[in-house]
Every structure is written in structure tokens, then in C-alpha cells.
């Protein structure tokens, strides 16, 4: 008998950490206003479960939200079909110009600007700010040890930003089917997106 509850407060203690670490991830602040899901951000010191190399510079590049989109006004931007990112993507001459900045930076070995896709950490469809560099980064299309060009091939064991890409597509459909909340999905995707990667995305 003892030995039977013994093996129940284990399991149930079990599920109960599991259930935390999934909530660790959505944790947002209280206030869930552009500032707060930003300053929240700036702080986020939590572990990655990815390789290093598939997140920008936390101090350089936290992300940053778009003030102009909020959940009250999502099926009027975001949601909506008529609605498209290129309404607010700045100008290539804009962010080339950002990524040789950034590459520049002593933290980049491997200095080819075609191997970078300038990202918006926070993606344009999940109300991620258009233009701050915290929320803008030159994040690879391949590895350290397989750099790639956009044009790819892709092996689907490859982490890049086509696997970021293939996030970013599951949480602005959660938003709009409203599973998750905007400042939950922008929250997931900048403080591991690798993680909900793992766990969602590619759950059977």
C-alpha cells in the first residue's frame, strides 16, 4: 500500500512539473500592455533548450512589440485576409543596410550577409515591431558547420530560419483561431521559440 502511494505522489508530482514548465513558458506579466510585454522581454534570463546559434543577442535583440497591433484590433489587422505584412516591412535598402551593421559585430565569424535572413524576432504576423533593431537580427539559414543561402536546399534535420518560419505560421494561426492570446504567442516566441517548436510543431 505504501509502496502503491508512494508510486501516485510521484507521478502526480511528476505531471505537476511538467504542467509548471509548460506554463513557464507562457508566463506573461500581469499588465499586458505593449510596455510590460516589452520590458518583460528586455529582462527574460530563462534557459533556451536550442543551440545557441538559432537566437539573437538577448541584450542586442529581445524583441519588441508593434504598438499599432493589439488583441483588441486583430481581426482587423492581422486576422484579416485583406490585411498583409508588406503594409509594414520597411524597405530592403533598410534592413541590408541594419544586417552589414550587425554582422560587423565581433560575435559573427562568419561575416556573408547571404547566409542571414534579417529577421524580425518577433514576426510581423504576430505583431512584432517593423523597424527597432531589438526586434530585428541576422539570423542564419543554416548552421555554423552548413551555412546556407535563401536559396537553400533545406534538409528537413536543419535548424534555420525556415524552421523559425514554420513557428511563426502555428502562432498567428493560434492567435486568430484564438487559442493564444497575442502577448502569449509573442511572449513563446521570444523567450524559446525552439521550444514550442519541439513540443508543438512537431508533436505527432
Known amino acids: 500500500m505504501r509502496q502503491a ?8 508530482l511528476t505531471l505537476l512539473t511538467l504542467g509548471f514548465a509548460e506554463q513557464s513558458l507562457n508566463a506573461q506579466p500581469a499588465d499586458q500592455s505593449a510596455a510590460a510585454i516589452d520590458s518583460y522581454l528586455a529582462t527574460y534570463s530563462g534557459t533556451r533548450v536550442g543551440p545557441t546559434y538559432i537566437y539573437p543577442n538577448p541584450k ?24 498583409s505584412t508588406k503594409s509594414i516591412r520597411p524597405p530592403v535598402t533598410y534592413t541590408n543596410d541594419l544586417k552589414a551593421k550587425q554582422l560587423a559585430r565581433p560575435n559573427y565569424k562568419d561575416k556573408n550577409p547571404s547566409h542571414y535572413e534579417e529577421d ?28 546556407l543561402t535563401s536559396i537553400g536546399p533545406f534538409p528537413a534535420h536543419l535548424v534555420g530560419a525556415k ?31 525552439f521550444k514550442y517548436y519541439r513540443d508543438h510543431v512537431l508533436k505527432p
Open 163 to 193: 524552421t523559425k518560419d514554420a513557428v511563426e505560421n502555428q502562432l498567428h494561426k493560434e492567435v486568430c483561431d484564438g487559442t493564444l492570446t497575442l502577448r502569449q504567442a509573442q511572449g513563446i516566441i521570444a523567450t524559446d521559440w
Open 5 to 12: 502511494l508512494r508510486v501516485l505522489v510521484a507521478g502526480v
Open 60 to 83: 542586442l535583440t529581445p524583441g519588441l512589440v508593434n504598438l499599432d497591433i493589439t488583441q483588441a484590433n486583430i481581426d482587423q489587422t492581422i486576422c484579416n485576409p485583406q490585411w
Open 120 to 147: 524580425h524576432f518577433i514576426s510581423l504576423e504576430i505583431g512584432g515591431h517593423p523597424r527597432d533593431p531589438r526586434n530585428l537580427w541576422p539570423e542564419p539559414w543554416g548552421t555554423p558547420a552548413q551555412p
